[in-house]
């Protein structure tokens, strides 16, 4: 790949600027694509898991229960549209960050295209991925399958 497209892709911008949350994200979360995905989903709720409520894929309260969410809380992707921005909240919500028992009703409610945003922050921090762990990165938000050793 040339050099130049790469560090268009590897570079920060206005969405996935981490800002002060740049070192955390490298230093305190797991170097495991896959384990970088099911953590996020851990901290996150999708606004239509949200809408449905404990029903569908989430009649197993995988994602928490949807009845402790408060009433106001709506979807926030209009407010919260950066990588910044979403780890701010995230660490106002729970300051231990990223883990693995958050509570429901402190997890952030937004869309996939988000995730992405905060996934692609995620990895950028990190900048120790090979190319075949990126590829199938998308995949560790919908599925609990590894991704082949050797695509």
């Known amino acids: 790949m040339d050099g130049k497209i790469l560090k268009h892709y590897l570079d920060f911008d206005t969405y996935t600027y981490p800002g002060l949350y740049k070192d955390k994200l490298k230093n305190n979360l797991p170097d495991d694509v896959r384990e970088i ?3 996020v989903r851990k901290n996150i709720i999708h606004r239509t898991t949200l809408a449905a409520g404990n029903t569908g894929s989430n009649s197993d309260l995988r994602f928490g229960d949807m009845t402790t969410i408060p009433w106001w809380r709506q979807p926030e992707d209009d407010i919260l ?8 909240e995230l660490y106002r919500r729970d300051k231990r960050g990223f883990v693995n028992d958050r509570e429901p009703k402190n997890k952030l409610v937004v869309t996939c ?3 992405s945003i905060l996934v692609a922050s995620i990895l950028k921090s ?3 991925f ?4 990126l ?3 998308p995949s560790i938000w919908f599925s609990f399958q590894k991704p082949p ?3």
């Open 130 to 133: 090979s190319f075949q762990q």
């Open 126 to 128: 990190k900048r120790n």
């Open 149 to 151: 050793q050797n695509p």
């Open 81 to 88: 549209v950066t990588a910044a921005a979403m780890l701010a």
């Open 37 to 39: 995905g099911l953590l």
């Open 113 to 115: 295209r988000f995730v």
């Open 135 to 137: 590829i199938y990165s």
